[in-house]
């Protein structure tokens, strides 16, 4: 597996809109011995603390295995297809879960992270609103 380094639609004309200097990060870590690690965890398993920061929205990565969840939590749209993808960064890999784009992806596919500022619908629960609003990142199949 290679990694492409993949460029943000708005920073070749040196633009970012509002939603995007308020994105979430989504950031692994290096440890001493080379592993990576998202989330980023205090300690690695050599039980060092991290020695550096990896924005995993400047790489591609490839779905390992992907579901469709049919009966999902209020808010959260239906279906919902989560993958797990793996990112590799300088013969190390590190791997993440999150939504996808389209239901409309393979194993093997490259995706690339993309923002997401709700990724439920906040008022469909029954707590308060401003307890389930989340963003983040789902995966985006690369054509």
Do not use: C
């Given at each position: 597996?290679?990694?492409?380094?993949?460029?943000?639609?708005?920073?070749?004309?040196?633009?970012?809109?509002?939603?995007?200097?308020?994105?979430?990060?989504?950031?692994?870590?290096?440890?001493?011995?080379?592993?990576?690690?998202?989330?980023?965890?205090?300690?690695?398993?050599?039980?060092?603390?991290?020695?550096?920061?990896?924005?995993?929205?400047?790489?591609?990565?490839?779905?390992?295995?992907?579901?469709?969840?049919?009966?999902?939590?209020p808010g959260v749209?239906?279906?919902?297809?989560?993958?797990?993808?793996?990112?590799?960064?300088?013969?190390?890999?590190?791997?993440?879960?999150?939504?996808?784009?389209?239901?409309?992806?393979?194993?093997?596919?490259?995706?690339?992270?993309?923002?997401?500022?709700?990724?439920?619908?906040?008022?469909?629960?029954?707590?308060?609103?401003?307890?389930?609003?989340?963003?983040?990142?789902?995966?985006?199949?690369?054509?």
């Amino acid at each position: 597996m290679t990694d492409e380094n993949t460029a943000d639609s708005n920073t070749s004309t040196g633009t970012n809109t509002a939603e995007e200097e308020n994105q979430s990060e989504l950031t692994a870590v290096r440890y001493a011995d080379g592993s990576l690690g998202y989330p980023a965890h205090t300690l690695g398993s050599d039980g060092n603390p991290p020695v550096d920061t990896i924005d995993l929205r400047e790489y591609t990565a490839e779905i390992i295995t992907w579901t469709k969840a049919t009966a999902t939590p209020p808010g959260v749209r239906e279906p919902n297809t989560l993958a797990i993808v793996e990112f590799e960064i300088d013969d190390e890999s590190v791997r993440a879960i999150g939504q996808v784009t389209t239901t409309e992806i393979t194993i093997g596919d490259r995706v690339e992270p993309v923002y997401v500022s709700e990724l439920r619908d906040p008022t469909a629960g029954i707590r308060e609103p401003d307890s389930q609003a989340w963003d983040g990142y789902r995966f985006k199949p690369i054509k």
